[in-house]
């Protein structure tokens, strides 16, 4: 139920004031602040925002006596050694603990999700150092590490349970439509730095893997809804059980409907956005030694958009259907406690109608085997074919493409070498990858980490990565903008593929320090140099007069090229500190600077200033939660994000703070605030983007959760 619609009488704020009441049998300190609270709640949406943070700190200041003396709840008591032997399995494709890895890595818990307030995937992915998360508009998102970010964020490649939905035709990630139930995300692994010897090509400045929970641990019910002033509402529907005794399974539904953010005039940007979502696990015991996962998702919605219009320089507000799914399948084969083997085949096929019209069918094949060789060795290594087609075309910028289907080619080896056993580890690996465009690519990789006690881990890495030509880089052609020329002539300005464009090529080296200082605190930091060439520019080519079709125009092409090349260097910090058994504090920084040339053959206006201005020096935040117990807890996060000189964005902070009840075990109210700081502002100009951008205001929502 959106905010604006809810009876006074029936807020949590209310809620809680009842409990309270009943508890104490009187009107105390606490009740007294919800009844401030409660007025908050009856004014206008514009101001619930502002209050709910003021609440957030009354309450804050109320509550914390009456249970300062209560015990910790199971989620809190968690350790920090525990926090930093939590199982990944992304940094070298096999489970090893987190403190173990030889790259900068950052986990995204389950705890995390639950205390974000994030209704998505982009904002949950804000609280990871060195990524770096820009909303364009009200569904369309700018999500790069360690620099270059655009609207295609084309060196970072995203997962689903080890499925990419990197999309082929511009590179990057359509993330309205990556969208699945939070509460059945297991954990999202964020690598910072390359994977490309692991992953594959585009796996450049980041690898994101978001792993889902297993059937068998959701079992039973799960209802979710709420909703509030850009949220009008949005719900969950789940349900998990068992098919005799070797499978689980769990079946979901769910929905939400987003209202438009405002265009940079300040009036509805027409950018609303639905999605309808249902999908199905299940996991089967084939035998003692054999395991069968298949999942999948179906959706569809609507979604709206500024976007560029051909034959003009403006933009216009456009609405188009979203729809697809996937089926996967995952079968892994235990020979020995020191041998297995996985197989995973995904099928997925998607149709986006913003900025432009895509229709995408992938097959992907994945083959692996896992052996540990002796005392000392444990070897990873596989082969994957990728079948991909899309017919691609737009009416608001005509775009046309004469490559529709790609076929990639990989296999891998990595080895992981115990030079001294349980102090230091020697990884090595390469992969070879084919693509019709530039042929066969080997990327190397090269780690090292000594652990000089269970504690801490040093670490050190020399990796080579390769972002491989999109369709859109090699073959597709843009119409752009008219106007009148030289002598009224009708001028067009085309933007060509290029089919000898070349592999954007990375050299990376890194190191880092990851420890448990004291009993409460976890630091992690990490340092490195990057050398980059052949990046992508924009050429002017020679013009030319086009008669037929009529009218005549004056064609002005450019073309993509790769006369760009430099270095990028940085440091990302974070910290977890368990200030007391209630409050814990997680800061973190991180800071990137760029040195960036063009080929003095090339005259890019366009790419150049946006790569080398287009991502912030300087980033922060600080996350905090703070268990009062009895089921109330509160949490507030900040982040500051360094101006994009290139964009003419200014330098921003987000203010997000929510509180959350859990009455009973398996239920909980959560009133949650966002963007509180200030009223409208730009986080990305997407000036050279075919989506034009909008403002992000402040937003209130409740939130109801039910597990049976």
Known sequence: MACGLRPPEMTPVNVVERVVRGQNGKKGTLARALATCRKFWRRPISLRAVGAFACAIVLFSAVRPIWAQQKPDDLTSISIEDLMNIKVTSASKKEQTLSRVAAAMFVITQRDIQQSGATNIPDLLRMVPGLDVAQIDSNTWAISARGFNEEFSNKLMVMVDGRSVYTQTFGGVFWNVLDLPLEDIEQIEVIRGPGGSIWGANAVNGVINIITKKASETQGGLMVGGGGNLDHGFGTLQYGGALGKATTYRAYAKSFDQSPLPNLAGQPGGDSWDLVQGGFRTDTNLS?????????????????????????????????????????????????????????ISYDRGIQNLPFRDLRSTLDAKFQYHLAWGSRQDIVLGGEYLFTDHLSNSASVTYVSSDNVRQIFGSFVQDEIAVVPERVYLTLGVRLEHNEYTGLVTQPNARVAWQPSQRDTLWAAVSNAERMPSSGDTSDTIFGAEFPGAGGVLTRIELLGNPQFKNEELWAYEAGYRASVLKSLTIDVAAYFNSYKNLRTIEPETPFLQATPPPAAMIVPVEFENEMYGETDGLELYGNWKVTSRWTLSPGYAFEQF???????????????????????????????????????????????????????????????GLTWSPWERTSFSVVGQNLVTDHRIEYLNESGLVQSGMVKPSVYGKFSWSF
Do not use: C
């Open 288 to 344: 003692s030694r054999d395991d069968l996962t298949v999942g999948g998702d179906l959706y569809g919605g609507q979604e709206g958009e500024q976007v560029l219009v051909f034959g003009s320089n403006a933009a216009i507000e456009s609405h188009g259907d979203m729809g697809g799914g996937y089926l996967q399948t995952e079968w892994n084969h235990t020979y020995s406690a020191k041998s297995k083997t996985t197989l995973q």
């Open 595 to 657: 040195s960036l040339h063009l080929d003095p053959s090339s005259h890019d206006t366009t790419l150049f200033p946006v790569a080398e201005g287009g991502s912030p020096d300087h980033s922060a935040q600080l996350r905090s939660h703070w268990d009062f117990g009895r089921g109330l807890s509160w949490d507030a996060s900040a982040y500051f994000v360094d101006r994009l000189p290139a964009l003419s964005t200014p330098s921003y902070t987000r203010v997000d703070t």
